[in-house]
Structures are given as structure tokens and as C-alpha cells.
């Protein structure tokens, strides 16, 4: 193995224990949004309006399907650290991906070299 692979093996191993960090992991995205109710004479109605919220809401695609699920303010900074997990993982990921197909193109480009040293005493 030669030095180039060492130091791609070094990096994926520290993206692997980087990996075993990550807590709990929660795609998609955090919104906000601000209602307006049906209760007559409400402020919500009032001119300027003062809508009601606001709401935080958590929405993500999973396998093709949308979901989405209100959360509490009190929640909205576990959740933010939730968010911030799953796109570290999706960092790590593409980076591991990336260093690995270094790794492999040079794994199978060394096997061609050592098939085309001759071998000693050996022939057709
Ligand atoms: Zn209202």
C-alpha cells in the first residue's frame, strides 16, 4: 500500500469514529408559520392583522413520502440539533464516498502494476 492510500485509510477511519458521535438524526426542515383563526373579531382579523404563532413545523420527504408534524417552541432547539445531525451524516457520508473511490480506483490500478512485473522463471 502506498503512502497516498495510508493517508485515505487515515481519513475515513476519522470520518468512520466521526460517525459513531452523530445522536439522533432528523431530515428535513424547520418552518414557521403564522395563523389566522375563524373566531369573529379576532386580532388575527384586525387591521394590521396580528396573526397567530408562531407555529413551528418540522417537514421532510422520506422513501417518496412527505410528512410534516407540528412541535412545540420549547422542542425547536432539540429539534434544530436533530437537523443539524442528519446533514452532518449526509457531510460525512459524501466525503467517506469520496475518499473511498480514490481508495478503490487506486486498490485496483496497484493490482494491475503488480500483475505486469514479470514474474520470475515463469512463462506461457
Ligand atoms: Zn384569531
Same mark, same amino acid.
Request: proline share 6%; aromatic share 6%; glycine share 6%.
Given at each position: 500500500m502506498?503512502?497516498? !492510500?495510508?493517508? /485515505?485509510?487515515?481519513? *475515513? !477511519? +476519522? *470520518? %468512520?469514529?466521526? /460517525? /459513531? %458521535?452523530l445522536g439522533p438524526l432528523q431530515p428535513g426542515s424547520l418552518s414557521q408559520?403564522?395563523?389566522v383563526?375563524?373566531?369573529p373579531g379576532c386580532r388575527c382579523k384586525a387591521d394590521p392583522p396580528q396573526k397567530h404563532g408562531p407555529y413551528y413545523q418540522i417537514s421532510y420527504t422520506?422513501?417518496?413520502k412527505s410528512s410534516s408534524?407540528?412541535?412545540?417552541?420549547a422542542a425547536v432547539p @432539540?429539534? %434544530?440539533?436533530? @437537523?443539524?445531525?442528519?446533514?452532518r451524516l449526509r457531510e460525512l457520508v459524501d466525503r467517506w464516498i469520496e475518499l473511498s473511490t480514490k481508495l478503490c480506483t487506486n486498490q485496483v +490500478?496497484? @493490482?494491475?502494476? +503488480?500483475? #505486469? #512485473?514479470? +514474474?520470475s522463471g515463469a512463462s506461457d
Amino acid at each position: 500500500m502506498n503512502s497516498e !492510500d495510508q493517508s /485515505l485509510e487515515l481519513k *475515513i !477511519d +476519522a *470520518i %468512520k469514529r466521526e /460517525l /459513531l %458521535k452523530l445522536g439522533p438524526l432528523q431530515p428535513g426542515s424547520l418552518s414557521q408559520q403564522y395563523n389566522v383563526c375563524g373566531k369573529p373579531g379576532c386580532r388575527c382579523k384586525a387591521d394590521p392583522p396580528q396573526k397567530h404563532g408562531p407555529y413551528y413545523q418540522i417537514s421532510y420527504t422520506r422513501r417518496g413520502k412527505s410528512s410534516s408534524r407540528f412541535v412545540t417552541r420549547a422542542a425547536v432547539p @432539540l429539534v %434544530k440539533q436533530q @437537523l443539524l445531525n442528519y446533514e452532518r451524516l449526509r457531510e460525512l457520508v459524501d466525503r467517506w464516498i469520496e475518499l473511498s473511490t480514490k481508495l478503490c480506483t487506486n486498490q485496483v +490500478a496497484e @493490482l494491475k502494476c +503488480a500483475r #505486469k #512485473k514479470p +514474474a520470475s522463471g515463469a512463462s506461457d
